[in-house]
């Protein structure tokens, strides 16, 4: 999934002006990179779930409910997690644009 499909498209939300943002490593990542890395992750943690159920379905030894739900509500989590930063995010964004100097 790429950060276009969770940020809102068009003129109004540049994408093209990212600010660096220093990381607590030393090193300069800008924004973009760290949503699409979130993104990444939110995915992997949804493949993860998507196996689980899989391997749990087709009675795989080793695969267990516990395993398959467990999986399911850590990327249920996650997902929530990032709607609500992307929602908070625009929010702020929104507010920032309507500010009159």
Do not use: C, H
Not at 10 to 38: H, K, R
Not at 39 to 60: C, I, K, P, R, Y
Request: charged share 10%; net charge negative; aromatic share 6%.
């Amino acid at each position: 999934m790429s950060i276009n499909a969770v940020l809102p498209t068009g003129s109004a939300f540049p994408i093209s002006n990212i600010i660096p943002i220093t990381d607590p490593s030393g090193g300069t990542e800008s924004f973009l990179a760290l949503a699409n890395s979130a993104l990444q992750d939110v995915s992997s943690a949804q493949n993860t779930a998507s196996t689980s159920e899989a391997a749990f379905s087709a009675g795989v030894p080793g695969a267990s409910l516990g395993k398959a739900l467990v999986a399911s509500d850590q990327a249920e989590v996650d997902w929530n997690a990032t709607v609500s930063i992307r929602n908070e995010v625009v929010s702020a964004y929104q507010t920032i644009m309507n500010m009159q100097f």
